[in-house]
């Protein structure tokens, strides 16, 4: 049977949800050369504040300014270049950042997906460690690796690779706990989707953001799993420009719920803009 003829079966076995809320969207601008780019966010607990990562190896930290439930204005502060161990410049190759994560104790988590590790930064004015690697990233293809990076309540790492390797080959989950690299799970690939972000929500729950590019826009997709890769949930699935390119995910919860707060990437490109969106989950 030809692949296209099952994928619609495993499409519909999958749990129906009720589609999350839509709060609104916030374009951002800030006169900086370098704003832009944005590949990950992560949001405070409070959703007051949040840091952003881009994928030319600098964060923008900030607070929102909300009018009702909605994201209204942003004050951002400086714009920082991230550096390497003893503070030396990061190469091209070293400042492909895509995955952002924040420990409980405020450590700060990067990975790449051309040199494929993680770093970790004290504060994002500190120097970053030395890469964290594993042998099972060697294969890996350049730019477009180390995608996604998530955290859980006891301090380990999830990473996931933007491509899989193949239209139906699941994505590799890559876990680091306590100094030890393994690969406990995979996440199935289901039609054009490839990953764009992750984060583990208040809940416990592996979160995953997906993009599909489809030459006159793009298209988002953010799907839910228990931390074994079980119990997946299809929770949004955009319209073709109806947002930008999402890359960054952040899940939280207020007095009203769960909510994500996603970000877009503007490759830099004056026809994109910067995106803040978000979400209520109603599941």
Wanted: proline residues 5%; aromatic residues 10%; hydrophobic residues 40%.
């Amino acid at each position: 049977m030809r692949l296209t003829a099952l994928l619609p079966a495993l499409w519909f076995a999958l749990p129906a949800q009720s589609e999350p809320v839509l709060i609104g969207s916030h374009v951002w601008v800030l006169d900086d050369p370098r704003f832009g780019g944005f590949s990950a966010i992560e949001v405070s607990d409070d959703g007051d504040s949040f840091l952003a990562l881009s994928d030319r190896a600098v964060f923008v930290s900030g607070q929102f300014a909300r009018s009702g439930d909605q994201v209204a204005g942003i004050t951002a502060g400086p714009i920082v270049t991230m550096s390497g161990p003893g503070g030396r410049a990061l190469t091209r190759a070293e400042s492909d950042s895509e995955g952002l994560a924040t420990g409980a104790d405020g450590t700060i988590y990067v990975s790449y997906e051309w040199t494929h590790g993680i770093r970790n930064f004290a504060a994002i004015d500190t120097p970053g460690s030395d890469l964290m690697t594993t042998p099972a990233f060697d294969g890996m293809q350049t730019n477009a690796s180390l995608e996604a990076l998530a955290i859980d309540s006891d301090g380990t790492l999830y990473t996931i690779p933007e491509r899989s390797g193949g239209a139906t080959q699941p994505f590799p989950v890559f876990r680091l706990r306590n100094g030890i690299w393994d690969q406990p799970f995979s996440i199935p690939r289901r039609g054009a989707f490839l990953v764009t972000g992750a984060d583990i929500g208040p809940d416990g729950q592996l979160y995953v953001l997906e993009r599909d590019f489809l030459g006159i826009g793009f298209r988002s997709r953010v799907r839910r799993f228990d931390l074994t890769g079980g119990n997946e949930q299809i929770l949004l699935e955009t319209r073709l420009r109806q947002h930008d390119n999402l890359e960054g995910i952040s899940i939280w919860q207020d007095d009203q719920g769960v909510r994500m707060t996603l970000i877009s990437d503007d490759n830099y490109r004056a026809f994109q803009r910067t995106e803040i969106v978000e979400y209520r989950l109603t599941d």
